[in-house]
């Protein structure tokens, strides 16, 4: 099993620390995958870690500038309440690299 997989299964098993630990090194990597998922990790202020928004946004940023369609749309709602031009931007960005939004039910 690849670390990106194994950290995966650790978030989608909410085992949030144990999985931002097996990110943090294929982020620094420049792996996009695994940068997406530490920003949603900080965003979201998931396991031990408290929300933080200028770190969630540094690891979007980075996924996004790599192509990372969910990473992009993400960073562009963290921004969104702040700068509603770069927001909207963010979204196209996010459409272009192949980010669908599910539609809600």
């Known amino acids: 099993m690849s670390i990106l997989k194994a950290a995966q299964t ?7 620390d144990r999985a931002l630990q ?17 920003g949603s990790i900080y965003h979201l202020g998931l396991g031990t870690i408290e929300p933080n928004k200028l770190e969630a946004e540094k690891w979007y940023t980075l996924a996004s500038q790599k192509g990372h369609g969910l990473a992009s749309n993400n960073l562009a709602t963290l921004v969104s309440s702040r700068d509603r031009q770069r927001a909207k931007e963010l979204y196209q960005l996010a459409r272009t690299q192949g980010f669908i939004h599910a539609p809600s039910q």
């Open 22 to 38: 097996l990110l943090l090194p294929l982020a620094g990597k420049g792996n996009p995958e695994a940068q997406s998922i530490i």
């Open 10 to 16: 650790e978030y989608d098993a909410g085992h949030y």
